[in-house]
């Protein structure tokens, strides 16, 4: 049964375009059933009592045509901030994919994250997309070890899928790529580990990855995180608590020797892996018509 909530607009005006550049986002969903362990949305700020269950926006499409058709200047239009859009209701419903018609009808780009391979269906459309505006398609993998993944993330397809997904994606001539993060301290914040993602993202033809060696932690996230880390990884809690106590940026203590290592790996495999470059390799088949994105 899919469940309702109602909604008054769809699209958010972002206070900065520092992230891959999107000026505006857009969640069609609320929730996601992905079951990720770390996940900051479980955070108090965000008043989803019950996030793990997938809800559907009341008229979303309708108010998105709306708003869509009322701007005056191309939008960057990010999607996956909040919840995933390729969750498993998306399969039936379409919300995602009808959403991307209409923004390729009123010739705005889009900057979707996703932890799913069903992000794959929807190539025709991020390929009519990006004939003219641009077009930024990011894969969620923190780990190519499936085993592992299934204990951090057991709701979401697995990293090989994700990858066999972006492989399909940059064959269709698609800017896309992976984002590593979070890199979970003490869990997958290995030399080994990280080159691995690398290495598989490259080898899939990801134009780029961009990491975080490290997580966020707050209230109710980090509350079902350590009890997550209880049963999935005896002892690393008290490691946490020992090294962050109650800090919400958690960096790796192995951040410095991480990122010398992956930036190294990262120009030898020719992946982008710094935002600036990343935003400006999506912007620039778009010559001076660049300037109305990005600059919001």
């Known amino acids: 049964m899919t469940d309702y909530i109602p909604a008054k607009h769809i699209l958010t005006r972002n206070k900065s375009t ?3 550049g999107a000026d505006h986002t857009m969640n069609l969903y609320r929730g996601c059933p992905h079951g990720c362990i770390y996940c900051d949305s479980r955070s108090e700020c965000y008043r989803d009592d019950d996030f793990d269950r997938v809800k559907v926006k009341e008229k979303a499409l ?7 058709r009322r701007k005056t200047r191309p939008a960057l239009i990010a999607m996956g901030s909040m919840s995933d859009p390729y969750n498993p209701m998306e399969k039936e419903l379409e919300l995602t994919r009808k959403a991307l018609m209409l ?3 009123y010739e705005h780009g889009v900057a979707a994250c996703t932890k799913s391979d069903l992000i794959l269906r929807d190539a025709d459309l991020y390929a009519d997309i990006q004939a003219r505006a641009p077009v930024i398609c990011k894969l969620t993998v923190t780990t190519t070890d499936d085993a592992l993944a299934a204990k951090l ?3 979401a397809p697995s990293p090989s899928r994700r990858l066999k997904a972006l492989e399909g994606l940059s064959k269709n001539g698609i800017f896309a790529g992976v984002v590593l993060m979070p890199v979970l301290p003490f869990i997958e914040d290995g ?7 690398v290495d598989a993202a490259a ?5 780029f990855i961009y990491p975080a060696f490290g997580m966020t932690l707050r209230d109710r996230q980090r509350a079902y995180y350590y009890e997550q880390l209880v049963h999935r990884f005896p002892g690393v809690r008290e490691r946490y608590e020992k090294q962050y106590g109650d800090r919400y940026w958690c960096v790796s203590p192995r951040a410095k020797e991480l990122w010398a290592a992956f930036s190294q790996r990262c120009g ?3 992946l982008l892996y710094e935002m ?3 935003i400006s390799a999506a912007k620039r088949p778009y010559g001076d018509t660049q300037l109305t994105f990005f600059d919001m």
Do not use: S, T
């Open 18 to 20: 520092q992230w891959f």
């Open 62 to 68: 309708e108010l998105l045509r709306d708003e869509l």
């Open 103 to 105: 923004i390729h009808a």
């Open 153 to 155: 993330e057991p709701g």
């Open 191 to 197: 030399v080994e580990n990280v080159l691995a993602v």
């Open 203 to 207: 080898d899939a033809g990801a134009r």
């Open 268 to 270: 030898e495999r020719g």
């Open 276 to 278: 600036k470059h990343i």
